[in-house]
């Protein structure tokens, strides 16, 4: 492995993790999908330099449309912006897998940079539950 990979590894683990311990629903559920679909990628990841692995695309497909399910049930913007991170990862596979000229350096390095995005709305998420909760609790002390 990579020191780019146990990175975004690592991220990812701090990242899902603290969602499923302090998000609001729809922060424990994408933190859920992204983790799982972070794993269910690591596990059937090939090692064809030429290709792109179909079953990754899968994976990336149905994490796709949980986003948007749980995007139209939450109504929360950053689930709508994290949804669009992933349907780019979507849209980079189907165009590296129409076209030939696209790199697989490119499509990597243009999954890796569209999964920060998606960490970073699950993040800001994460944080607008915890920060909804503490005003909830506070509310109801007084």
């Known amino acids: 492995?990579?020191?780019h990979?146990?990175?975004s590894l690592g991220l990812a683990t701090v990242v899902c993790?603290?969602?499923i311990g302090f998000g609001d629903y729809s922060a424990r559920r994408i933190g859920v999908a992204a983790g799982l679909a972070w794993a269910g990628s690591l596990l059937v990841h090939g090692n064809d330099a030429y290709n792109v692995d179909l079953a990754i695309m899968a994976i990336d497909t149905a994490?796709?449309?949980y986003f948007g399910f749980i995007s139209i049930?939450?109504?929360r913007l950053w689930t709508i912006i994290a949804s669009a991170f992933q349907a780019i990862v979507v849209a980079s596979h189907?165009?590296?897998t129409i076209d030939?000229?696209?790199t697989l350096g490119t499509f990597y390095m243009s999954m890796a940079?569209?999964?920060y995005g998606i960490l970073a709305c699950i993040a800001f998420g994460t944080w607008s539950g915890w920060r909804a909760n503490c005003r909830a609790t506070a509310d109801t002390e007084f």
């Open 63 to 65: 994490t796709l449309v």
């Open 73 to 75: 049930r939450a109504r």
């Open 1 to 3: 492995m990579q020191i």
């Open 100 to 102: 030939l000229r696209v």
């Open 113 to 115: 940079m569209w999964s």
């Open 5 to 7: 990979t146990l990175f």
């Open 94 to 96: 189907v165009a590296t």
């Open 17 to 19: 993790g603290a969602a």
